[in-house]
């Protein structure tokens, strides 16, 4: 099994919500991805955790806060987003930080008003 | 740093056509490769991959891309398409591990393939 599961699919909230993104895998991968994708882009990666511990942050604001309570789930935590940050977001993990395919899940359609 | 370049943003076709849709990465020792295949409002599907071994890879539905090393490409191909092939691909490369680091997976900028009756 190579799925990649987020919820939820479609997100509509205002600049003042605070809302979680999340993000399962069962297949044993240690390494975890958040990737932002605008329009006709290919994706932007914002965050890598390796073994549930954060290893790259591309310097991505603290609106955007990202949490792995465990190897299988990943979240992001969205507070007082402004409507650029309006994209579709991807999860993705791996077998390893380095040299292993990402799979990635079907992504949160995100939509600041 | 690696960087991939796919020249062609959109790539129109007749169903039944061969394509090639291209994809070039900088220089370097050696490198992992990788297409992608993103269907409208979908997540990205792994195609095919080059970690090592053979140069010209197979996917499960009638694409190959062939490493070649001298020419730093990566080109996907198919000998005859589907309606159900249109859909963004993005070719990507990665840096082999090396001493435990995390190296990223670096996009190209994606090829529309539009596949029209």
């Known amino acids: 099994d190579t799925e990649v599961t987020q919820t939820p699919k479609h997100l509509v909230m205002g600049m003042t919500n605070k809302k979680s993104l999340k993000c399962e895998q069962h297949?044993?991968?240690?390494?975890m991805y958040w990737y932002k994708q605008k329009a006709k882009k290919p994706p932007e990666l914002m965050f890598v955790?390796?073994?549930?511990?954060?290893?790259i942050n591309e310097s991505v604001p603290s609106r955007f806060s990202p949490e792995c309570p465990n190897s299988s789930l990943l979240n992001l935590h969205l507070h007082a987003l402004q409507p650029e940050d309006s994209a579709l977001y991807l999860c993705?993990?791996?077998?390893?930080?380095?040299?292993?395919?990402?799979?990635f899940g079907p992504g949160t359609r995100l939509t600041v008003t | 740093a690696q960087s991939v370049t796919q020249l062609d943003s959109q790539v129109p076709v007749f169903e039944e056509a061969p394509v090639e849709l291209r994809c070039n990465y900088s220089?370097?020792?050696?490198?992992?490769l990788f297409w992608y295949v993103q269907y409208p409002n979908q997540g990205l599907q792994l195609l095919l991959k080059?970690?090592?071994?053979?140069?010209l890879v197979e996917s499960i539905n009638g694409f190959e891309a062939e490493f070649n090393k001298s020419q730093t490409s990566f080109h996907l191909r198919k000998p005859s398409v589907h309606i159900s092939d249109t859909a963004e691909y993005f070719c990507?490369?990665?840096?082999?591990?090396?001493?435990?680091?995390?190296?990223?997976?670096?996009f190209g900028t994606g090829t529309l393939l539009a596949v029209q009756p």
């Open positions: 993705a993990s791996s077998q390893g930080t380095s040299g292993y395919e990402q799979y």
């Open positions: 297949m044993g991968h240690r390494a």
């Open positions: 955790y390796s073994y549930e511990k954060l290893s």
């Open positions: 220089s370097s020792v050696s490198v992992y």
């Open positions: 080059y970690l090592s071994g053979s140069t």
């Open positions: 990507a490369v990665s840096d082999p591990p090396y001493g435990g680091a995390t190296n990223k997976l670096i």
